[in-house]
């Protein structure tokens, strides 16, 4: 270390050792002459060493062993000095005993930042104690690539032991993820909120996004060995959430959203203006229409058509989605993974900050289709605040529409071997139990026909809408563009483009209905069927 950083180090450790001083012995003169001695001691230290592992307790390990030492010229102590409660030293061995463990530590860690092969060798022989023949046999190696290994190793070792390494800020401040999703179809081991569920995955992902780097780099913006960063970075590569590039480095293949509370209360607002845009130039017409819908033969839970809308707004606003803004397709961003998943990945970073609105009224899960060829069916749903669904995709299953299909269809009866497949359905509101039976809980067309017409009835939108889209497309674009690295901007454009007929428009779109009056909030028993509509006999 140089004298400058010495200096100043000593400089802070002045009053702290002084203290210490003064605690052992009780008297400030004796503690003003252990203390210059302590002082002069971490000095001479500071100057022969480069890096520490703990600088603090390194100090007070030498201010101990002086201590003992100013003790023993008083009176007669024993052979051991305890110097934590770890470990106990010889007094004879001193000072060089204290370097020689902190060289060890130095040594340890750079030897888990040697590549796998390299480490690997180096562990059998020094610690394993195997001669270079076994070590080559073991590895399927020659014994001269396992000496040159060898070699190489001891000469990067030599090279990294005086080297400072900082801890990157991930290992000081690291981040958590929320809101880790997909846009696809997930495998049979999940999808990114799966993959990436541990914090360590979370930050391994994060520190390689804005920049490639490799396992070591990784290892030390984190602060910890590259020997669990290889462990953790291996099924995030082979499941498709890291890319390996040339020179041994990573890079992260999903998109990562950085909130901000400038960014949200602009996106926010945004949004806010542009529902209320859509509400008056599209959605305000489904409120004239009720004989229209009702004339498709739909089925309507207590025959209302405020449940009706309930679905059939988010529904149609689908509509709102223009090809020609479709700049990117779902597969330049999507991965096949190994689990059967095709999906892209994404993820928010969680930032905690003050915005004057409640997130939480314009949360979004969807488009989410289920369909089965046997019997023949499709089933849409999303889940907003309103509809007080928990479940999210996991919970959104086939298996409970063909069921509720067949009680439409009166093939299910009420029987012991059905407890289950009716508990649920009732658990799920799909299925309401009332004085006078069974009752439907959802929208449903009871046939081909019946669907397309409802689907026919839908209105087109007009040429103001698709203008307005295209505009509030650039202005998300260049709000989630900031601060994104260049090969993110894919993710960007797909995750922005025909942000009107987006989720969390269609949001934003039901809360405006609210606050002006037109859509009325549905009543309890009614809100967990609401925004569902099952298609049956689609053959």
Same mark, same amino acid.
């Given at each position: 270390?140089?004298?400058?950083?010495?200096?100043?180090?000593?400089?802070?450790?002045?009053?702290?050792?002084?203290?210490?001083?003064?605690?052992?012995?009780?008297? @400030? *003169?004796?503690?003003?002459?252990?203390?210059?001695?302590?002082?002069?001691?971490?000095?001479?230290?500071?100057?022969?060493?480069?890096?520490?592992?703990?600088?603090?307790?390194?100090?007070?390990?030498?201010?101990?062993?002086?201590? *003992?030492?100013?003790?023993?010229?008083?009176?007669?102590?024993?052979?051991?000095?305890?110097?934590?409660?770890?470990?106990?030293?010889?007094?004879?061995?001193?000072?060089?005993?204290?370097?020689?463990?902190?060289?060890?530590?130095?040594?340890?860690?750079?030897?888990?930042?040697?590549?796998?092969?390299?480490?690997?060798?180096?562990?059998?022989?020094?610690?394993?104690?195997?001669?270079?023949?076994?070590?080559?046999?073991?590895?399927?190696?020659?014994?001269?690539?396992?000496?040159?290994?060898?070699?190489?190793?001891?000469?990067?070792?030599?090279?990294?032991?005086?080297?400072? =390494?900082?801890?990157?800020?991930?290992?000081?401040?690291?981040?958590?993820?929320?809101?880790?999703?997909?846009?696809?179809?997930?495998?049979?081991?999940?999808?990114?909120?799966?993959?990436?569920?541990?914090? @360590?995955?979370?930050?391994?992902?994060?520190?390689?996004?804005?920049?490639?780097?490799?396992?070591?780099?990784?290892?030390?913006?984190?602060?910890?060995?590259?020997?669990?960063?290889?462990?953790? @970075?291996?099924?995030?590569?082979?499941?498709?959430?890291?890319?390996?590039?040339?020179?041994?480095?990573?890079?992260?293949?999903?998109?990562?959203?950085?909130?901000?509370?400038?960014?949200?209360?602009?996106?926010?607002?945004?949004?806010?203006?542009? *529902?209320?845009? *859509?509400?008056?130039?599209?959605?305000?017409?489904?409120?004239?229409?009720?004989?229209?819908?009702?004339?498709?033969?739909?089925?309507?839970?207590?025959?209302?058509?405020?449940?009706?809308?309930?679905?059939?707004?988010?529904?149609?606003?689908?509509?709102?989605?223009?090809?020609?803004?479709? =700049?990117?397709?779902?597969?330049?961003?999507?991965?096949?993974?190994?689990?059967?998943?095709?999906?892209?990945?994404?993820?928010?970073?969680?930032?905690?900050?003050?915005?004057?609105?409640?997130?939480?009224?314009?949360?979004?899960?969807?488009?989410?289709? =289920?369909?089965?060829?046997?019997?023949?069916?499709?089933?849409?749903?999303?889940?907003?605040?309103?509809?007080?669904?928990?479940?999210?995709?996991?919970?959104?299953?086939?298996?409970?529409? @063909?069921?509720?299909?067949?009680?439409?269809?009166?093939?299910?009866?009420?029987?012991?071997?059905?407890?289950?497949?009716? =508990?649920?359905?009732?658990?799920?509101?799909?299925?309401?139990?009332?004085?006078?039976?069974?009752?439907?809980?959802?929208?449903?067309?009871?046939?081909?026909?019946?669907?397309?017409?409802?689907?026919?009835?839908?209105?087109?939108?007009?040429?103001?809408?698709?203008?307005?889209?295209?505009?509030?497309?650039?202005?998300?674009?260049?709000?989630?563009?900031?601060?994104?690295?260049?090969?993110?901007?894919?993710?960007?454009?797909?995750?922005?483009?025909?942000?009107?007929?987006?989720?969390?428009?269609?949001?934003?779109?039901?809360?405006?209905?609210?606050?002006?009056?037109?859509?009325?909030?549905?009543?309890?028993?009614?809100?967990?069927?609401?925004?569902?509509?099952?298609?049956?006999?689609?053959?």
């Amino acid at each position: 270390m140089d004298k400058q950083q010495a200096d100043r180090i000593i400089q802070d450790y002045i009053k702290p050792l002084f203290g210490f001083a003064l605690n052992k012995t009780g008297h @400030i *003169a004796e503690a003003e002459e252990l203390a210059g001695t302590i002082t002069l001691e971490v000095y001479q230290a500071l100057l022969k060493k480069t890096e520490f592992l703990d600088l603090n307790r390194y100090v007070f390990k030498i201010a101990h062993y002086v201590w *003992a030492k100013y003790v023993g010229g008083q009176v007669k102590a024993s052979n051991q000095l305890r110097i934590d409660d770890n470990e106990v030293m010889s007094r004879d061995e001193g000072f060089d005993a204290i370097i020689r463990q902190e060289t060890v530590g130095a040594l340890r860690r750079e030897i888990a930042f040697l590549s796998r092969q390299q480490r690997e060798i180096v562990v059998q022989y020094y610690y394993g104690d195997m001669k270079i023949g076994e070590i080559a046999a073991a590895m399927g190696l020659s014994t001269g690539t396992v000496k040159w290994h060898l070699f190489e190793a001891k000469k990067e070792l030599k090279q990294k032991m005086d080297t400072i =390494r900082s801890v990157g800020n991930l290992g000081i401040n690291p981040i958590r993820m929320t809101n880790l999703g997909h846009s696809g179809s997930p495998g049979n081991k999940g999808d990114t909120s799966d993959f990436l569920a541990t914090a @360590i995955r979370q930050n391994i992902a994060f520190a390689a996004y804005h920049k490639p780097r490799t396992v070591n780099e990784i290892a030390e913006e984190l602060g910890i060995s590259p020997v669990f960063i290889e462990d953790e @970075i291996k099924p995030l590569e082979e499941y498709g959430f890291m890319d390996q590039l040339a020179g041994g480095k990573y890079r992260t293949n999903m998109y990562i959203e950085e909130p901000s509370q400038p960014k949200s209360e602009a996106l926010h607002r945004l949004f806010e203006e542009y *529902a209320e845009i *859509a509400v008056e130039h599209y959605f305000k017409s489904l409120f004239s229409m009720e004989d229209v819908f009702q004339e498709t033969g739909v089925s309507i839970p207590g025959h209302d058509f405020n449940v009706l809308l309930w679905s059939l707004i988010p529904f149609a606003g689908q509509q709102l989605s223009f090809k020609e803004l479709n =700049r990117v397709s779902h597969s330049e961003v999507s991965v096949s993974r190994k689990d059967g998943g095709h999906y892209a990945a994404f993820a928010t970073i969680d930032r905690r900050f003050d915005v004057s609105f409640d997130g939480s009224l314009y949360s979004f899960c969807g488009d989410m289709n =289920r369909d089965s060829d046997e019997p023949a069916l499709k089933a849409w749903q999303v889940d907003t605040w309103w509809c007080g669904r928990k479940g999210g995709w996991r919970d959104n299953m086939s298996s409970d529409f @063909i069921h509720l299909m067949h009680v439409i269809q009166g093939d299910l009866p009420q029987t012991h071997a059905n407890v289950d497949v009716y =508990r649920r359905l009732f658990d799920k509101q799909y299925l309401l139990r009332t004085e006078s039976g069974l009752e439907v809980n959802i929208v449903y067309c009871k046939d081909k026909q019946t669907g397309e017409r409802l689907q026919a009835a839908i209105p087109e939108p007009s040429e103001s809408i698709r203008e307005a889209a295209a505009k509030l497309d650039q202005a998300v674009y260049r709000l989630n563009l900031e601060g994104q690295p260049d090969h993110a901007h894919k993710y960007i454009h797909y995750w922005s483009q025909n942000s009107m007929a987006s989720g969390p428009m269609r949001a934003y779109v039901l809360k405006h209905l609210v606050d002006i009056g037109l859509l009325q909030v549905p009543d309890p028993q009614r809100q967990k069927g609401i925004s569902t509509i099952l298609f049956m006999n689609q053959a």
